[in-house]
């Protein structure tokens, strides 16, 4: 957490490539969404996918293998000492698999794999499907691969305007304390994917971390770069998922503990406040923060998309009733019953 931290969500292209989002889910959370004008963003862990945050490790780990090695063997002509400590330590290979690893290990340490009380933050996320790139029927009615989810009885699909959800996201930024807040689109690949390609201000700060620890540098990269690792770990996605061309807010809210150590190095430093954490409680549930709650906003719902199901026409007199006649509502003709 820095002082300057500053959101990634304001990307004016995400807009304009992605100007509505598809939000899938069922009649409950319809309904809750609709009466609390919020958002739930749930703890990454979880999530349905095992991979998340975890599956850069590999791929980031040979990026920066290969950009290490050519680092040691550019450094070593001039320092006779770091040529010898090489040479002890099994040569340029060797020490850049350990730097690479080393450092990648470093990172995870510090944000998602320490204590809770200790650990950088932990992302909440909510997923949107993108459907800008697909045919106008999905735009119109739908994912199939999503309403199977909901089986006979069905689910709705919120279509959100992107632009104004920006805008939102600006405004819960400034009420409340967050470590990072991204709205971008997740990139797919898997752990053999080269991420140099998808994310390459990341591996471009790391090589530069590593370049100038080589140098003797003990200062050699300030908080930014590691924004860059948070959106690396929290925006790649396994290719399996693909076909849900996902965008994502990934909120990691502050913590007391961050907040007391920024206050030990500045008691004059001013705080927002902090952002509620709920819990699962006897009922289960998932650990989740509530996007907007408190800020007196309308969501800004384009229309509705009434799921296939045994019993269709119940489900959009149940969204008509929630929503009355101000929002479109439509049926989804996707030929399906789970």
Request: charge should be negative; glycine fraction near 10%; hydrophobic fraction near 35%.
């Amino acid at each position: 957490m820095t002082k300057d931290n500053q959101p990634k969500f304001d990307n004016p292209s995400l807009a304009v490539d992605h100007p509505e989002l598809h939000h899938y889910t069922t009649g409950g959370g319809l309904a809750g969404i609709l009466a609390s004008n919020t958002l739930w963003a749930t703890h990454f862990s979880d999530l349905n996918d095992s991979s998340e945050v975890k599956l850069i490790q590999a791929p980031l780990k040979e990026a920066l293998t290969a950009r290490c090695k050519r680092l040691v063997i550019e450094h070593q002509p001039r320092n006779l000492a770091h040529m010898n400590n090489v040479r002890k330590l099994g040569g340029p290979e060797k020490v850049a698999d350990n730097l690479a690893q080393g450092l990648v290990n470093a990172l995870y340490q510090v944000t998602f794999e320490s204590d809770e009380e200790k650990r950088f933050g932990a992302p909440f996320i909510t997923s949107f499907c993108s459907h800008a790139a697909d045919q106008p029927y999905e735009r119109g009615h739908g994912l199939l691969s999503q309403w199977r989810g909901y089986g006979r009885d069905g689910g709705y699909c919120i279509v959100f305007d992107t632009g104004k959800l920006i805008e939102l996201l600006s405004l819960e930024f400034s009420a409340f304390d967050y470590v990072h807040l991204d709205f971008s689109t997740a990139r797919y690949g898997d752990k053999n994917d080269d991420v140099s390609l998808l994310f390459p201000e990341l591996v471009q700060w790391l090589e530069h971390f590593v370049s100038e620890t080589l140098k003797g540098n003990k200062e050699p990269s300030g908080g930014k770069g590691l924004g860059e690792f948070l959106t690396g770990a929290t925006m790649f996605k396994h290719r399996g998922f693909h076909e849900e061309r996902e965008v994502r807010i990934v909120a990691m809210p502050g913590s007391k503990e961050l907040q007391a150590q920024m206050l030990h190095e500045d008691e004059q430093l001013k705080l927002r406040p902090l952002k509620p954490i709920d819990f699962p409680d006897e009922r289960g549930g998932k650990r989740h923060i509530s996007l907007f709650q408190g800020l007196e906003i309308t969501l800004p719902i384009k229309r509705i998309i009434v799921g296939p199901s045994r019993d269709q026409q119940g489900n959009v007199s149940k969204a008509r009733d929630l929503l009355g006649s101000n929002i479109s509502i439509s049926e989804s003709e996707t030929p399906f019953i789970g």
